[in-house]
């Protein structure tokens, strides 16, 4: 089976940077439409930024307003890999963050990593 395996987290300042991966061991998950989800204590885990592809193979993104403009979700299939660059973190964006097959697109939900633990102190 497919397994994710999410890297890249820490404990940062607000409005710096980090860059969140997602790779996995078991498979690829190259066909999947992928998204990054994330959770904080008490609070579901909700996607934040997703990928996808058209009906012309061409990549498209979606994000949820509060982070939209902060942070880039990509992907780089030839090394199994999507990327989040957080930019300009602030502590509301303190969570455990998951990687997973994006809900409204292509591909089964696998299973689920351990997350990465984004921490931003003010």
């Known amino acids: 089976q497919v397994q994710l395996v999410e890297s890249g987290g820490g404990s940062v300042q607000a409005g710096t940077s980090l860059t969140l991966s997602c790779t996995s061991s078991?498979?690829?998950?190259?066909?999947?439409?992928v998204a990054w989800f994330r959770q904080s204590p008490g609070k579901e885990r909700d996607v934040i930024a997703a990928?996808?592809?058209?009906?012309?193979?061409?990549?498209?993104?979606r994000y949820v307003d509060s982070v939209k403009g902060r942070f880039t979700i990509s992907r780089d299939n030839g090394k199994n890999t999507v990327y989040l660059q957080m930019n300009n973190l602030v502590p509301e964006d303190t969570a455990v963050y998951y990687c997973?097959?994006?809900?409204?697109?292509?591909?089964?939900?696998?299973?689920w990593g351990q997350g990465t633990q984004v921490t931003v102190s003010s």
């Open positions: 078991g498979g690829s998950f190259n066909r999947n439409d």
């Open positions: 997973n097959t994006d809900p409204r697109g292509v591909g089964r939900t696998l299973l």
């Open positions: 990928i996808s592809r058209d009906t012309n193979g061409k990549f498209y993104t």
